[in-house]
């Protein structure tokens, strides 16, 4: 059957690419490196069988290293850095599979190999690539979303709730994806003939008052369907039991450095969320947007808006612009130097950025509300203003879960306009791997070499 051999060359030809990577990498880099000299010697002690020991400069959960030592059960207590790096890359090959299923779910007329393909590229994304190579908890954490995102299209709740208690363990922000995800669910209960009259499609909605209208008839259908409306939530709501009495136990969501991850009110985030995500899918909203619809003509009342919009931008640049020290100091990552140019000319060219972010939120919201519908896009937009906004520190890993939830959702690319995804994936995949294995440096005050990266 041609489609499942060309879904096992698809998976194949990834195997194959990954692990000759990762033999190259670990050559090249055999010791930790960054956050691996945290989470490499604590996944040593839990294959040695010392689970008490904690480094109190870890901020997460130890689900990476439970999940490494389940895997590494024939292995123990010889968990190197090469083995627990391995154990990483089964989660892209889980992503693949699942991100392939939730587009049969949630885009049932895509053929099976446009699914596959449409897979294949997503699990290329460069962000969560990348860290495929690192013993990082980022594979982990979005594998076990995507997972329970997954079950709870599959009306499999109490095994969503599973997969989100697991994701939470790897990142704790995840608690806010499986409120997501219920949130998504209960939109489910009503049927296509209800849906359809109070929560229409968010591209074409063109006042505010749509927003007004698709909460009163959401409401409504809560009220009218109450107990299924339990029976669903119910799940969910002990896995925010559960994760409210860890928070009391803890005295705050994060568990180590706590100094250098304390909350703020970080608006600007959601700013450098949208170019980002409209420019890692640039090909994607080109291929399903028509180009007539994201250039529009102004008309006055939407010349009002926009000036509103830019005005409200820019307050929000000038009050909740944050800037952490680490974003300052470390010139091993590219937001380093991403930043110095943003902040150049005293800090001006962070106003003049703030018709770029308009439009990439724009571009992004036609793309995603083309398919999905209001409220849908309203839960999304929540979930990942809860998720960015708290973090004080300009990191691009903070990305990979709004991003593939968008990327997944959205109507998605054919043909050409995936190809050319493809190769910008690949392309940026190709220059980011080879800085980091052959332009390394040092820095004069530390010993050990240096790498950039993400």
Not at 242 to 247: P, Y
Not at 423 to 451: D, M
């Amino acid at each position: 059957m041609p489609g499942y051999s060309t879904s096992a060359g698809i998976v194949a030809l990834h195997l194959s690419t990954l692990i000759g990577i990762s033999l190259i990498w670990n050559w090249m880099v055999p010791q930790p490196y960054m956050d691996e000299i945290f989470h490499i010697p604590q996944a040593q002690r839990y294959c040695r069988g010392d689970y008490w020991t904690w480094d109190p400069k870890l901020t997460t959960p130890p689900g990476l290293y439970v999940i490494s030592n389940i895997l590494l059960a024939v292995r123990r207590p010889f968990c190197s850095a090469f083995l627990l790096r391995l154990t990483n890359l089964s989660y892209t090959f889980i992503i693949l599979f699942t991100v392939a299923s939730l587009l049969k779910t949630m885009h049932p007329h895509l053929t099976r190999q446009e699914r596959h393909n449409s897979a294949a590229v997503i699990v290329c994304f460069p962000i969560l690539w990348f860290f495929n190579f690192l013993y990082y908890t980022d594979g982990g954490s979005s594998a076990f979303i995507l997972l329970s995102w997954l079950a709870a299209k599959k009306r499999r709740h109490l095994l969503s709730a599973v997969g989100s208690a697991i994701a939470v363990t790897f990142r704790q922000t995840n608690i806010i994806w499986s409120l997501f995800i219920v949130g998504t669910a209960l939109l489910e209960l009503s049927t296509p003939s209800e849906r359809r009259r109070f929560d229409p499609k968010a591209a074409f909605v063109k006042s505010p008052l749509g927003l007004v209208h698709a909460l009163t008839g959401f409401i409504q259908m809560l009220f009218s369907k109450f107990a299924r409306v339990v029976a669903i939530s119910l799940p969910y709501l002990g896995l925010l039991a559960g994760f409210a009495a860890f928070v009391k136990w803890n005295g705050g969501i994060v568990l180590g450095d706590r100094s250098n991850h304390v909350p703020s009110l970080h608006v600007v985030q959601l700013f450098y969320f949208a170019a980002f995500t409209a420019g890692m899918s640039m090909f994607a909203i080109l291929g399903v947007v028509p180009v007539a619809r994201l250039i529009r003509k102004p008309t006055l009342r939407s010349s009002l808006v926009l000036l509103f919009v830019a005005s409200a931008m820019a307050f929000c640049v000038y009050n909740f612009t944050n800037v952490h020290p680490f974003l300052l100091a470390d010139n091993r990552h590219y937001t380093f130097y991403i930043w110095r140019i943003m902040s150049r000319f005293n800090g001006k060219a962070l106003y003049a950025l703030v018709p770029a972010y308009m439009a990439a939120a724009w571009f992004c919201w036609q793309a995603l509300g083309t398919e999905q519908t209001l409220l849908w896009v309203v839960i999304y937009s929540v979930a990942t203003m809860l998720t960015l906004i708290p973090s004080p520190l300009l990191e691009f890993r903070y990305f990979i879960t709004p991003y593939l939830i968008y990327r997944i959702a959205m109507r998605q690319p054919r043909g050409v306009w995936l190809f050319l995804e493809l190769v910008l994936y690949t392309a940026i995949n190709a220059v980011t791997v080879w800085i980091f294995l052959n332009k390394s440096f040092k820095w004069p005050h530390q010993e050990g070499v240096q790498r950039f990266m993400w």
